[in-house]
């Protein structure tokens, strides 16, 4: 048997196994643990702030469109830079080649973010 290989990806099973069990195990307990009982105030819809008496329960209310550009673009780069931690990890082993490609891949990502900039995609007026 080869115990490299298992010494390798030991760590990554065992992410896996903690990102299953314990988002079961909260949902599991919260069922057993929280009350049931619903009331006026639990059933009432709430967003942070004060609601408009026209839009109580309502849904469909006009929502500013950068906010969704502003959304869209934090996703991109959350993305893009959960790729840094594995070459941070790996840095060493890659030597220049790694470097490199990092390189253009944060010269991509600097490019993406100063085109954002120059269009006004991060302003709210």
Not at 43 to 62: F, N, V
Request: glycine share 8%; aromatic share 16%.
């Amino acid at each position: 048997m080869d115990f490299g290989l298992v010494e390798n990806l030991f760590p990554l099973v065992l992410a896996i196994l903690l990102a299953l069990v314990v988002p079961t195990a909260m949902v599991v307990l919260s069922s057993f643990l929280s009350s049931s009982r619903a009331n006026a105030s639990k059933l009432s819809t709430y967003e942070c702030g004060i609601q408009a008496s026209g839009q109580a329960g309502d849904s469909r209310s006009r929502v500013n469109i950068r906010f969704f550009l502003i959304a869209m673009c934090f996703l991109v780069f959350d993305v893009e830079v959960i790729f840094l931690f594995p070459w941070a990890v790996l840095f060493q082993k890659m030597a220049w080649g790694g470097f490199l490609s990092m390189l253009a891949f944060l010269g991509v990502l600097a490019f993406g973010w100063l085109y954002l900039l120059k269009r006004g995609a991060l302003e709210w007026e």
